[in-house]
T-cell receptor, first 110, second 115 residues
Framework: DTGVSQDPRHKITKRGQNVTFRCDPISEHNRLYWYRQTLGQGPEFLTYFQNEAQLEKSRLLSDRFSAERPKGSFSTLEIQRTEQGDSAMYLC????????FGPGTRLTVT | AQSVTQLDSQVPVFEEAPVELRCNYSSSVSVYLFWYVQYPNQGLQLLLKYLSGSTLVKGINGFEAEFNKSQTSFHLRKPSVHISDTAEYFCAVSDQGGTASKLTFGTGTRLQVTL
């Protein structure tokens, strides 16, 4: 399978803990995106990488959120001091000419 | 900035009946348009896209959409739905000129197909 993969698929954490998600894009794609989807809503853009450079961040991405893409391959999204409002599906997408989405990581903060 | 409006949050339809899911967008610049489908607990799968050329776009699974610039619409249609089409459908736009090409999504339409 050469699609976008994300790990873990599900994460349950207690408020105040740190979590990290990983995204492996389609190998030939140099663009990588993170989106957040809350219940009953469409995905909302969080941040974007061109190779290893983070070129845009949404205002949704508070200081507790950090994303990296070392060497322009896989990417990680870390949330520090999680809050209940962080509970959502976190989607990763990579693109050449169009975006292909991974299965998402569902985060539940208790 | 762009925005997308999907007026119908839910659309119930009987199997083998036709369906139309509505999408209207707002943008000050030219856009690309997309429809994605999301099955429960899964990511999004691209159904079809409009980049340029013919305003009638055909996608996977028998879906098609028509771009109407004057009405700023991109409605999704299928002449005969199947139970397996039950899913959430999202309309999205991206800026043609921006280097990021991030997608702006609507709130989604839940298509419920019953026997």
């Amino acid at each position: 399978d050469t699609g976008v993969s994300q790990d873990p698929r599900h994460k349950i954490t207690k408020r105040g803990q740190n979590v990290t998600f990983r995204c492996d894009p389609i190998s030939e794609h140099n663009r990588l995106y993170w989106y957040r989807q809350t219940l009953g809503q469409g995905p909302e853009f969080l941040t974007y990488f061109q190779n290893e450079a983070q070129l845009e961040k949404s205002r949704l991405l508070s200081d507790r959120f950090s994303a990296e893409r070392p060497k322009g391959s896989f990417s990680t999204l870390e949330i520090q001091r999680t809050e209940q409002g962080d509970s959502a599906m976190y989607l990763c997408a990579s693109s050449g000419y169009e975006q292909y989405f991974g299965p998402g990581t569902r985060l539940t903060v208790t | 900035a762009q925005s997308v409006t999907q007026l119908d949050s839910q659309v119930p339809v009987f199997e083998e009946a036709p369906v139309e899911l509505r999408c209207n967008y707002s943008s000050s610049v030219s856009v690309y348009l997309f429809w994605y489908v999301q099955y429960p607990n899964q990511g999004l799968q691209l159904l079809l896209k409009y980049l340029s050329g013919s305003t009638l776009v055909k996608g996977i699974n028998g879906f098609e959409a028509e771009f109407n610039k004057s009405q700023t619409s991109f409605h999704l249609r299928k002449p005969s739905v199947h139970i397996s089409d039950t899913a959430e459908y999202f309309c999205a736009v991206s800026d043609q000129g921006g280097t990021a090409s991030k997608l702006t999504f609507g709130t989604g339409t839940r298509l419920q197909v019953t026997l």
